[in-house]
Structures are given as structure tokens and as C-alpha cells.
């Protein structure tokens, strides 16, 4: 893995632990709302987030043999860093 790739799987990391961690980064108006749908929209969320995250990282990292080879192939024809 290259040194920008293990940077992003860090920051990913850290993403998550904070998301499951419990933070609610859109709040519900609990007068309106009661605590068992406050907990069932967070897990939806922290859900989403874990799925999405995990495939945008796995897609945009160079994690795979393959995925190693096309960024080799993309960096002699100077199309990438």
C-alpha cells in the first residue's frame, strides 16, 4: 500500500470509530421524536456510513494485485502521480 493510500485508510478509520463512537451529526428533535427512533436513525446511519466509506475506500485505493499493477501502468504513462 502507498504512503497516500495508508494516510486515507487512517482518516477513514478514525471516520468511523467517531461515527460508531455515537456522534450524531444530524440532530432529531427529540420533543418530536422518541429515543427508539433517535437509536434506530442512528444505526441506519452508522450503517450507511460504514458500508459507503468501505467502498469508496476499497475503490479508490490500490489495495488489490491488480489494483497495483493498473496504478504501475498509470504512472509509466505519466497519466498519475
Given at each position: ?63 488489490t ?17
Amino acid at each position: 500500500m502507498d504512503k497516500s493510500s495508508l494516510i486515507r485508510t487512517i482518516l477513514l478509520a478514525i471516520a468511523l470509530v467517531n461515527q460508531v463512537a455515537g456522534t450524531v451529526v444530524i440532530a432529531l428533535n427529540e420533543q418530536h421524536v422518541s429515543t427508539i427512533v433517535d437509536g434506530v436513525y442512528l444505526l441506519i446511519s452508522t450503517l450507511i456510513t460504514v458500508f459507503i466509506s468501505i467502498v469508496t475506500w476499497f475503490k479508490n485505493n490500490y489495495v488489490t494485485e491488480k489494483g497495483l499493477k493498473q496504478k504501475n501502468v498509470l504512472q509509466q504513462n505519466k497519466l498519475i502521480k
